[in-house]
């Protein structure tokens, strides 16, 4: 298993990025979550098999229709385990 916490940037607002995100989660049976922060960047943490983490992380590199990616930063992460993927409200300032 393989957690990894990302901040993807570009143009990553208002383009469904979220919702685009958790289902291609969903379809690669890759929990954690997804949210929209302040700075116009989205923040995921992605957990499952190491394949299905990487092909995620290759995912949101590209990102839905009307994105334009152009950075996605990844770390470790070690904050927990998710039953499921979520999409959170915006991180408040």
């Known amino acids: 298993m393989r957690a990894v916490h990302v901040i993807v940037s570009g143009r990553v607002h208002g383009v469904g990025f979220r919702a685009w995100t958790a289902e291609e989660a969903q ?5 954690g979550w997804v949210r929209n922060l302040r700075d116009r960047t989205v923040e995921a943490v992605f957990c499952g098999s190491e394949a299905a983490v990487d ?3 290759d995912r949101v590199g590209v990102g839905p229709l009307g994105a334009r990616v152009e950075n996605v930063l990844v770390s470790d992460w070690d904050g927990g385990k998710f039953d499921a ?3 959170l409200s915006t991180q408040s300032a």
Do not use: G, H, P
């Open 55 to 57: 092909e995620m992380v």
């Open 27 to 31: 379809s690669l049976r890759v929990t």
């Open 85 to 87: 993927f979520a999409i």
